[in-house]
C-alpha cells in the first residue's frame, strides 16, 4: 500500500532544531546507533533513533515534546543510558531525549540536609560533594561511579547499602518535571515529611520515563555516622546456608549497612579475575559491612556468624581494606561476564523465602544443566542469578530462557518480585499481568493514558 508522508523526515529533525536552541541535535548515524544500543542490556540491537538530542533547558525539553506531539513520534529519555532492561535504547524513529548534560548540583544544603541536582548528576559524584560537608547520599547501586541520579529515580535503583538506608525511592523528597503536553509540574518538595494530596513524587520515581522527562530531582541526604565502621567476609557450606545466617543477623538489632552474598561459581569467577583464592574457604562467600557500629555490635555478628556456622570469618576497620572488600563486590560481574554474552537477573523475595529460593536456583541450574553465578543484595531479599554462554552464539540459549520461567513463576509463588532494582524495561514487560493481576495492569495502563495520552514517552517500556 502506497503511504503519501505529510512531512519528510527533513521537515522533522529542520522543526527540531529550531525548537531546540540550547542543546543540541545530532542524526550522525555512527552517534545514533551508538546512543540507541546498549549492550548492558542485551545482545541484540534495539531499534534506531531517528535524532538524539542532548537538552541544555527545559526549554528543549518543552520543544522536543513539542516535535514529538506534532509528528506522533516516540521520545526515548536517556541520561548515562546504563540500563540493563532495554529500557532507554533507541526505538526506530525515535527522538532519543538526552538530559546527560543537565548534571549540576544545584544545591547541598546541610541544614535542611538535602541535595538538588539535575538529572546528569553521577551517583558517586553527588556522594563524594556531600562528604565534603559530612553528610552522604545513601543510594548505592553497583553502578554508581557512573549511573545518574535521574536514571536512578526512574528505574528505583537499589545497590548494597538498601538493607539499611532504602533504595532510591526511599531518600527522593520531590522533584521537578516535563509532562507530554509540555506542562511543568512540582511534586514533592525539601520536607522530610509529605502527607498533601497524593503522592505523584513517587509515582515518578521508578516510572521508566514514561509519565513525563525529570529535569530536576531533591534528595535526602545522611550524616556520616559517628563510631567505627567495620566489613569483613565469612564463608558457608552454600548459599542457602547463607541466608539464614542473614536473616539472623537482619533480625538482630544490629542494623547492618551491607549483607551481600555470592554463591560458589560467583567466587571462583572472581578468583580467576582477582587472583585470589576465596573459593579455597566454602561454597558462600558473605561481605558484610556496619556502620557507626560498637563493639558489642560487632560481637553480636561475630556470634551470629559461628551460631550459623559462618567460616573463615575476617573483619577489619582499616579503611584501605574495606574498599578493597568493596570494590571485590563491585567486581563480582566483570569477572563473571568476561569475554561471554552474559544476562542478569533481579528478584526480590520476602525474607523468609530466600533460603528456598537459592535452593531452587540451583536446582534448576542442575535440571537443565546450567551454571548458574547466583549474588545479590541478600540483606533485602535481592537475588541476582547470571547466565553466560559462548560470545559467538548471539541467541538467549532456550535452557537459559526455560530456567528464567521457572525461577520467575517460582518467585511469584513465594511472594516476591521480578525486578527488585533494575526496572522493567522491554525485558520483563510482559509479566506484568502474572506479578500485578488483571485489575492493577489495567490501572496502570489507566495512568500511563492519564499522563501520556499520545503514548509517546518511552512506549513499550515498563508497561506493554
Known sequence: MTVFSAYSNDDILADLTARVQDGTVTTDPTILKKQSFNPNASGVESGLARAFVEVQSVADIQGVLAVARKYHIPVVPQTTATSTVVGSDGIDGAIILSTRRLNQILEISKEDSVAVVQPGVVNGDL????????????????????????G????????????????????????????????????????????????????????????????????????????????????????????????????????????????????????????????????????????????????VLEDLLAKYHGQHVQVTADADEQAKLEQLRRDMLPAVFAGQNHLMEDMAMPLSQLAPMMDYIQQVGQDLGLKIYTAGHAGDG??????????????????????????????????????????????????????????????QHQIKTLFDPMNLLNPKRKID
Open 127 to 150: 556522594d563524594q560533594e556531600a562528604r565534603k560537608q559530612g553528610l552522604f547520599y545513601a543510594p548505592d547501586p553497583g553502578s554508581k561511579l557512573f549511573s545518574s541520579i535521574g
Open 152 to 299: 536512578n529515580v526512574a528505574t528505583n535503583a537499589g545497590g548494597m547499602s538498601t538493607v539499611r538506608y532504602g533504595a532510591t525511592k526511599d531518600n527522593v523528597l520531590g522533584l521537578k518535571a516535563v509532562l507530554a503536553d509540555g506542562r511543568t509540574v512540582t511534586l514533592g518538595g525539601r520536607t522530610l515529611k509529605q502527607a498533601f494530596g497524593y503522592d505523584l513524587t513517587q509515582l515518578f520515581v521508578g516510572s521508566e520515563g514514561t509519565l513525563g522527562i525529570v529535569y530536576e530531582i531533591t534528595v535526602k541526604l545522611m550524616p556520616i555516622p559517628l563510631g567505627k565502621s567495620i566489613m569483613g567476609l565469612a564463608f558457608f557450606e552454600d548459599m542457602a546456608a547463607l541466608a539464614q545466617g542473614v536473616t539472623a543477623i537482619r533480625m538482630s538489632g544490629v542494623y547492618p549497612t551491607m549483607l551481600e552474598a555470592l554463591d560458589g561459581n560467583t567466587v571462583i569467577a572472581l578468583d580467576k579475575y582477582e587472583k585470589t583464592h576465596y573459593a579455597d574457604n566454602s561454597g558462600a562467600m558473605l561481605i558484610f559491612r556496619l556502620d557507626g557500629s560498637s563493639d558489642d555490635n560487632v560481637q
Open 382 to 443: 535481592n537475588v541476582h542469578p547470571s547466565f553466560v554462554w559462548p560470545q559467538d552464539q548471539p541467541e538467549v540459549p532456550a535452557a537459559v530462557l526455560e530456567a528464567l520461567r521457572r525461577i520467575f513463576r517460582k518467585t511469584l509463588e513465594l511472594g516476591g518480585t521480578i525486578s527488585g532494582e533494575h526496572a522493567v524495561g522491554m525485558m520483563k514487560n510482559q509479566w506484568n499481568n502474572p506479578e500485578l493481576g488483571d485489575n492493577v495492569d489495567y490501572l
